[in-house]
């Protein structure tokens, strides 16, 4: 395919978030060019709707097409997201728990100065060098703040969301049909080749054969499009990431609602906890090599007190790795079609809005041209082995050894890619890792205060003994305590923006 024109006619295989977000955002972009926009949706095949975590990009997703907070969130029981807690991946005294953080500000007083303790703690000083007295939006998690703050307090804030991701899917299902994106109900059954090799339409279950110049995947994992019609190959990440499963299940919520997505390690992998207005979400990633479905359901229940409970859980397989190519003749794969990474660092729905906002500027442009398409999929390349290696940094810096399944995953560092040796031996030799990561250009995936978040934070440090003399960092916490009197409770923000939102209905 060697296309120099904006198709006329675009077709999206399959609904769900990834579908909608989809649909959503070309529909703002090109439908007032004239270009056709339709998405096929299954009535008989579920959403995978276990996702419900978010980064700050959903923000920017939401600011670009205009969409108030108050219109969304109470619809889809969404609360705010400061960052992400990890629980029990460390057995290092002192680093049972860090916090890595979404950026504000503030930051940009304290970072230098977090940097500066990691340094003295690499040296053999003895300095509290976790994150989390570092950062503001680890304050605002710990004490249950909204991340909005007063007019009166002038640093910017970043957060991300929690949500409903079948909610969610619904909302953006309904602001896309009222843009002007059309909706049929259909099961799209496989795909009708022209002589080229191209996609040409796709059948379905009910008969009908359905035309378009280029076609969206996002039929998840099954692939339709990408995979079993065009056979794309698939580069699976499985040496590095065992995780092949996951169990999802929910729980009651109290009155404190946190900012944070919890992360704690299990015996066999880890459970996620996620703050929704209405419940939490629970689940369980692990890996069947090391244990059964029915052992890690009952070790999740365990955890939840669930034991004798009749909540329903649910089990899910995953794929974890890419396709090699995301754009591949008149196909693009978007959402679980195209690649997954475990959801540790809540990555699938940013993976997604980039792989659609990336080729949105190649349709505006109107080059879908072969040139075009390599530097794309190069870039979505980058942007999930980036998102990879920064994932299994935690399982290589974990210090636990009370199962086969930790011991496994902190072995077999030959395997890792070339990118995070460098990383992890510009670490070890106590070199400038800020230089490092600028050296490799990957800054835009994960900024270096992330990095140094990730590595201190699981306590990879020389030995030391314990602690004597005073406190360094007690100034720090005197100065995040005021700074967090600028910032309201979250449930209270919450239910604000829920009465806003049902009296602008009324």
């Not at 060697?2 to 972009?29: C, F």
């Not at 990095?451 to 005197?478: E, K, N, Q, R």
Request: negative net charge.
């Amino acid at each position: 395919m060697n296309v120099t024109s904006t198709p006329r006619k675009i077709i999206i295989v399959g609904g769900g978030t990834a579908g909608w977000m989809t649909a959503l955002m070309y529909g703002d972009a090109l439908i007032k060019q004239g270009v056709e926009i339709t998405v096929l949706e299954s009535p008989t095949v579920g959403v995978i709707g276990v996702g419900e975590g978010s980064t700050p990009a959903l923000k920017r997703y939401f600011d670009s097409l205009g969409i108030q907070e108050s219109e969304w969130m109470p619809a889809c029981n969404a609360t705010y997201k400061s960052g992400i807690g990890f629980d029990g991946w460390s057995t290092k005294p002192g680093y049972d728990n860090y916090f890595h953080q979404f950026a504000t500000m503030v930051d940009n007083l304290t970072l230098p100065n977090f940097m500066e303790n990691v340094h003295a703690r690499q040296r053999g000083v003895h300095i509290d060098a976790r994150p989390n007295r570092y950062f503001l939006s680890a304050r605002l998690s710990e004490d249950c703040l909204a991340p909005k703050s007063s007019e009166n307090f002038p640093f910017f804030t970043n957060y991300g969301y929690h949500f409903d991701a079948t909610l969610l899917g619904q909302f953006l299902h309904k602001r896309a049909v009222a843009l002007g994106v059309q909706y049929k109900s259909c099961h799209v059954t496989h795909a009708v080749m022209n002589e080229r090799g191209d996609i040409a339409a796709v059948a379905t279950k009910e008969g009908e054969h359905l035309a378009a110049d280029f076609f969206v995947d996002c039929s998840g994992f099954s692939a339709l499009l990408i995979g079993k019609a065009l056979e794309t190959p698939f580069v699976s990440y499985a040496d590095n990431l065992f995780n092949d499963s996951a169990i999802a299940m929910p729980s009651e919520i109290g009155d404190k609602i946190p900012t944070k997505t919890v992360s704690s390690a299990m015996r066999h992998g880890w459970a996620w906890k996620i703050p929704l207005t209405n419940r939490y979400g629970n689940g369980y990633v692990y890996s069947s090599s090391f244990v059964s479905a029915d052992e890690a359901e009952h070790e999740l229940r365990s955890k939840l007190g669930l034991l004798e409970s009749d909540t329903q859980a649910r089990h899910l397989k995953m794929k974890l790795g890419r396709v090699t190519k995301h754009w591949n003749r008149n196909v693009l794969a978007v959402g679980l079609s195209q690649g997954f990474l475990e959801p540790l660092e809540a990555t699938a729905l940013y993976l997604t809005q980039m792989t659609a906002a990336i080729f949105l500027l190649f349709l505006e442009k109107g080059d879908l041209s072969d040139q075009a398409r390599d530097v794309y999929n190069q870039q979505i390349h980058d942007y999930f082995d980036s998102h990879r290696d920064y994932i299994v940094a935690h399982y290589k810096t974990n210090s636990r050894t009370d199962t086969p399944y930790w011991r496994a995953n902190a072995e077999n560092l030959d395997s890792v890619s070339d990118s995070l040796k460098h990383i992890f031996q510009t670490w070890i030799e106590g070199r400038d890792l800020a230089a490092e990561i600028r050296r490799q250009n990957i800054e835009h995936f994960y900024p270096v205060g992330s990095w140094y978040s990730l590595l201190a934070g699981m306590g990879s440090f020389p030995d030391i003994g314990p602690a004597t003399g005073p406190d360094l960092v007690a100034p720090l916490d005197d100065f995040m305590r005021r700074c967090a009197l600028n910032f309201r409770d979250h449930r209270t923000v919450l239910n604000e923006m829920a009465e806003q939102a049902k009296a602008s209905s009324m």
